[in-house]
């Protein structure tokens, strides 16, 4: 199970694609890790689909990875009287905390932390940013705006603050109860939903003991002002454009997610493009040329992963979207431009041993048009690393932890293999010769490059580098 490409797709499991038959075809047509929507599934939801991803893995002999995606604060106004109110531009509309059902002058607001944080001056935008309020006074319990835009309101409609940061943290109940639950279940990866600053992260990260990976959604304007603390308490972040296309001028995301995908490659931790890249395909066979352009540059700029959210758990075509988004990321990375472009954005290595061995190793494999980069990682660290290189020759990263490579499903460039670590340099050779001539990486003959630690098994301590040929028999020639 070979893919033709380096960059990894991340695809969303819901009623569309939630069955075994369809989760094994979703893999099959290039779906590298499967995240689960914590907004729209149960306990009961997420243990079931953790079991079937898990049974497609066994059958298929590939680690695949598996994202829960948590909730996080849902914000939202109260009930209308009538169901829906009519505004005008220019009107005053007050938030406050009397439940009694709104008018056309008011309306609940059933969050404290909201009415204690705002101050004049600040936006509010409701229901997708359709309508936009402006604070004009604050006291306890309340907030006057001015209507700026949007004529009507209809009750439970969401809540955004794109000037307003709120007291509380990300982590609802809801959250918890979910955090707990997932970290009982064979898991990868928790998203976390609306983050505003790092100590969001961090009570995750306390949560989760170092148990599964944490992936911090980027998708408040207070996350892109703080992005270097959050990428420093993250394993990964996620472009989440959707909301960030409502909290901020949608001209602006562009070069956000540039900004963001190259942050994140700097510090070496994986970066994932989202929110509306085959959109059409919802109810569309074929996506836009536009979303076709969207695909493409996300992978040009060297994302990752890309996503597929309602594409592939709500839509008609959910296999028919992974196997589009497979072939237009193959036929990207084949593009004359695309290595060009790739080679340009790499960062210096940092000014470590196993940086140094890393970077010396994706140098000497495109120096010496090698077969394959092979990577020996335990804790993942170093398949991380060879993958932050960004080469032009194919990496297998080799565990003893079946764990780690199933959170590397979401690396660039990772083919991850389930292996036992090796006894010495020599079982390391042999080893990694016979996996990339198996995997069809390596023909006899071909040479490939090795990183690994010694002690053997001792995490983040890659500082061996070794070349060999691949024998007729799969073992190394020399």
């Not at 600040?122 to 006291?139: E, K």
């Not at 050779?429 to 016979?434: K, L, Q």
């Given at each position: ?6 960059v990894?797709?991340l695809a969303?499991?819901?009623p ?6 369809t989760?094994?075809?979703?893999f099959?047509?290039?779906?590298d ?18 079991r ?9 002999d ?15 106004v ?6 829906e ?7 005053a ?10 008018d056309?002058?008011?309306v609940?607001?059933?969050?404290p ?8 001056g600040h ?6 940013g359709?309508l ?8 306890k ?8 835009s ?8 969401g809540v955004?603050l794109?000037?307003?940061t ?7 109940d809801?959250?918890?109860r979910?955090?707990?639950?997932a970290?009982g279940?064979?898991?990868d ?16 990260r306390?949560?989760?003991r ?7 959604k980027?998708e ?7 992005i ?12 989440a454009r ?5 909290e901020?001028?949608?001209e ?11 942050s994140a490659?700097?510090?070496g ?10 959109e ?8 836009t ?19 597929l959210?309602a594409?592939s ?14 072939r ?7 593009d ?9 954005q ?6 470590t041993?196993?940086?140094a061995i ?5 140098q ?5 048009n090698?077969a ?6 335990s ?5 991380i ?8 020759v ?9 764990q ?10 990772l ?7 090796a ?15 198996d ?11 090795i990183t ?27």
């Amino acid at each position: 199970m070979r893919r033709n490409r380096k960059v990894k797709i991340l695809a969303t499991l819901g009623p569309a694609s939630s069955d075994p038959e369809t989760i094994h075809s979703l893999f099959r047509a290039g779906a590298d890790i499967f995240r689960i929507n914590m907004s729209h599934a149960s306990h009961d939801v997420m243990r079931t689909l953790v079991r079937t991803i898990r049974s497609v893995e066994a059958e298929n002999d590939r680690p695949i990875g598996i994202l829960v995606d948590l909730q996080g604060p849902k914000l939202r106004v109260g009930k209308f009287a009538d169901g829906e109110v009519a505004l005008t531009p220019g009107q005053a509309f007050t938030l406050d905390s009397d439940e009694t059902p709104g008018d056309t002058t008011r309306v609940h607001l059933p969050h404290p932390e909201i009415l204690k944080a705002l101050e004049p001056g600040h936006t509010i935008l409701l229901d997708d940013g359709r309508l936009r309020l402006t604070v004009t006074q604050v006291a306890k319990g309340q907030a006057v705006t001015e209507v700026v835009s949007g004529t009507r309101l209809s009750e439970r409609k969401g809540v955004s603050l794109p000037d307003t940061t709120i007291g509380s943290g990300a982590l609802t109940d809801k959250d918890r109860r979910d955090l707990d639950a997932a970290l009982g279940e064979e898991i990868d990866w928790i998203a976390l939903s609306f983050i505003q600053r790092p100590e969001d992260v961090a009570e995750a990260r306390k949560i989760a003991r170092g148990k599964v990976g944490i992936l911090s959604k980027i998708e408040k304007p207070q996350a892109v002002a703080r992005i270097d603390e959050i990428i420093e308490l993250s394993d990964a972040i996620m472009v989440a454009r959707g909301d960030l296309g409502v909290e901020m001028p949608i001209e602006s995301v562009p070069g956000i997610q540039k900004q963001l995908i190259r942050s994140a490659r700097n510090a070496g931790i994986p970066v994932v493009v989202a929110t509306q890249m085959l959109e059409s395909m919802i109810s569309a066979s074929v996506p836009t040329r536009a979303e076709v352009s969207d695909v493409a540059t996300a992978v040009f700029e060297g994302a990752d992963a890309i996503m597929l959210s309602a594409e592939s758990a709500t839509g008609d075509y959910p296999i028919a979207a992974v196997e589009t988004m497979d072939r237009i990321a193959a036929r990207v990375e084949q593009d004359k431009n695309y290595s060009q472009i790739i080679h340009a954005q790499r960062t210096a290595p940092e000014s470590t041993g196993a940086d140094a061995i890393t970077a010396a190793a994706r140098q000497i494999a495109e120096t010496l048009n090698l077969a394959a980069i092979v990577c020996y990682t335990s804790s993942g660290s170093t398949g991380i690393r060879a993958a932050r290189e960004r080469p032009q020759v194919s990496i297998i990263a080799l565990s003893p932890v079946r764990q780690t490579a199933r959170r590397l499903a979401l690396v660039w460039g990772l083919h991850c293999v389930v292996s036992k670590d090796a006894r010495d340099v020599d079982d390391m050779v042999d080893r990694a010769s016979h996996i990339a001539f198996d995997e069809g990486f390596a023909a006899p003959g071909e040479r490939i490059i090795i990183t690994a630690g010694v002690p053997f098994g001792t995490p983040g301590a890659t500082n061996l580098l070794r070349i060999a040929f691949v024998g007729s028999d799969g073992l190394t020639g020399i």
